[in-house]
């Protein structure tokens, strides 16, 4: 029984994962043709807070007396690809790599990105 509870519990874990990076993969298509895609911003860009802070709102939102409860996972969804998105320029300007491969690999690739 416990190898089953692990083998669930990693499954649980890669939807997650798969969720939070298709979210990317949707906030960067949806924004980026704008020039407003976080994926391509350094790790210090004014910006990232007040994104990160508005999608925790909208999650408080979520909890109010007057609001429906359906949406919470997704809510929860975008934090997680926003903190994730921070987390990924933090780590690209560490080591010396773009965001955004000339090919978009490194992000669009989920085997290389955890999230």
């Known amino acids: 029984m416990g190898s089953d509870h692990r083998r669930l519990a990693g499954e649980l874990r890669d939807s997650i994962y798969a969720?939070?990076?298709a979210e990317r993969l949707r906030?960067?298509?949806?924004?980026g043709a704008r020039g407003?895609?976080?994926?391509?911003?350094?790790?210090?860009?004014?910006?990232?807070?007040?994104?990160?802070?508005?999608e925790v709102g909208e999650v408080a939102h979520?909890?109010?007396?007057?609001?429906?409860?359906?949406?919470?996972?997704?809510?929860?969804?975008?934090?997680?690809?926003?903190a994730c998105a921070w987390i990924a320029a933090i780590d690209d300007?560490?080591?010396?790599r773009g965001v955004l491969g000339s090919d978009n690999t490194h992000f669009s690739n989920p085997s290389?990105?955890?999230c």
Request: proline share 4%.
């Open 93 to 96: 300007d560490a080591t010396g």
């Open 19 to 21: 969720a939070v990076h």
């Open 62 to 82: 979520c909890l109010t007396y007057d609001a429906e409860l359906y949406n919470l996972r997704d809510e929860l969804v975008q934090v997680g690809a926003m």
């Open 36 to 54: 407003n895609s976080r994926e391509d911003a350094n790790w210090w860009d004014a910006e990232w807070l007040p994104i990160l802070v508005e």
């Open 112 to 114: 290389n990105r955890p």
């Open 27 to 31: 906030a960067h298509a949806k924004h």
